[in-house]
């Protein structure tokens, strides 16, 4: 069982900065591809950014050129730096570990709440 939680919500104004982090427990963390994920109020849960175990990144076109996804094998986390934030980035966002190995291996946090809003 992987543990994945994150961290770094909270309220912003627009046209500001937010760094999410998410931790994952376990020694294979470099063998899972890492997810960002958001769920709006009355929305379906959409996919934000992607990175996989090698490092390559995959971004929704409403994000791109905005948020950066990266992560960190030596420290089990992975990041989400969003830039440029406005109104329509409020959700709630998740953090997906998804092993290479084993695709039933598949763990989401407990999301974290960002609001953009002045």
């Known amino acids: 069982q992987v543990q994945v939680v994150e961290s770094g919500g909270g309220l912003v104004q627009p046209g500001g900065s937010l760094r999410l982090s998410c931790s994952a427990s376990?020694?294979?963390?470099?063998?899972?591809?890492m997810g960002w994920y958001r769920q709006a109020p009355g929305k379906q849960r959409e996919l934000v950014a992607h990175?996989?175990?090698?490092?390559?990144?995959n971004y929704a076109d409403f994000v791109k050129g905005r948020f950066t996804i990266s992560r960190d094998n030596a420290k089990n986390t992975v990041y989400l730096q969003m830039n440029s934030l406005n109104s329509e980035d409020t959700a709630v966002y998740y953090c997906?570990?998804?092993?290479?190995?084993?695709?039933?291996?598949?763990?989401w946090g407990q999301g974290t709440q960002i609001t953009v809003s002045f």
């Open positions: 990175i996989t175990s090698g490092g390559y990144t």
């Open positions: 997906n570990a998804q092993s290479d190995y084993d695709l039933s291996r598949d763990y």
């Open positions: 376990g020694n294979i963390f470099s063998t899972y591809a």
